[in-house]
């Protein structure tokens, strides 16, 4: 091997060095994020929520106080809801149950936001994964979602998650339209992101999807539980 494509070879490695650091650190920082939203600013709501409850009791006999007191309290209500909607989508506290759990919660929340149908089958044992292995599945899960809500028009939806053995396969399943490109000029459908998570962790992406067959997302991977 020449001494120009050694470095060449050299500067590429570095460079998925340098992709995963920064990968890290961004979800390590999401974590942090998410978890001060949880406990800071959730701490605060109850807070407020509790003082408007005593500020009810107080104004029993003032109609249009009383009034006001149950808007407030539904104001907070809604404001603690959103606050628990966008802590779960930048981490959700699943992930650090596991990968079914955390599956399960993403598609329990696809099927409240959008009233589409959608089931996820696991089968095989719990994977044991390294956390950025556990956050790549989730994210390329998460924007296979969000492709398929903004793009397919599908009336049903599949996550599989199978192990067998030291091997992990997920297929995202829709029913909707399909695409009418091809997958490689499709970046601006999340896709290139979803194939760098598949390449840092050393997966197998592919896209299978064409007009009216609706798509598929295949992941295979190997479990990788090194923390």
């Given at each position: 091997m020449s001494?120009?494509?050694?470095?060449?070879?050299?500067?590429?490695?570095?460079?998925?060095?340098?992709?995963?650091?920064l990968e890290a650190a961004r979800e390590g920082e999401r974590k942090r994020i998410a978890m001060e939203m949880h406990d800071e600013l959730g701490q605060l709501l109850t807070a407020l929520r509790i003082e408007v409850l005593l500020l009810r009791q107080n104004v029993l006999e003032d109609l249009i106080a009383l009034q006001k007191a149950d808007e407030m309290k539904r104001l907070v209500d809604s404001i603690m809801g959103v606050v628990r909607g966008v802590v779960n989508q930048i981490r959700p506290a699943a992930l650090d149950f596991g990968i079914v759990p955390a599956?399960?919660?993403?598609?329990?929340?696809?099927?409240r936001r959008t009233r589409i149908p959608c089931c996820l089958i696991a089968a095989g044992p719990e994977p044991s994964l390294s956390e950025m292995h556990a956050v790549g599945i989730f994210r390329i899960v998460q924007e296979s979602?969000?492709?398929?809500?903004?793009?397919?028009?599908?009336?049903q939806v599949e996550i599989r998650l199978t192990k067998s053995g030291s091997k992990?396969?997920?297929?995202?399943?829709?029913?909707?339209?399909?695409?009418?490109?091809?997958?490689?000029?499709?970046?601006?459908?999340?896709?290139?992101?979803?194939?760098?998570?598949?390449?840092?962790?050393?997966a197998h992406l592919k896209i299978d999807s064409r007009p009216g067959n609706g798509s598929v997302i295949?992941?295979?991977?190997?479990?990788?539980?090194?923390r």
């Open positions: 001494i120009h494509i050694k470095r060449r070879v050299l500067a590429l490695s570095e460079l998925d060095d340098m992709s995963a650091y599956l399960e919660w993403l598609a329990d929340d696809f099927r979602l969000t492709n398929i809500l903004r793009h397919a028009s599908a009336s992990i396969e997920l297929v995202v399943s829709d029913d909707g339209k399909g695409l009418d490109m091809p997958v490689r000029r499709l970046g601006s459908y999340g896709l290139l992101g979803m194939a760098e998570r598949a390449r840092m962790m050393d295949k992941l295979h991977v190997q479990e990788d539980d090194r």
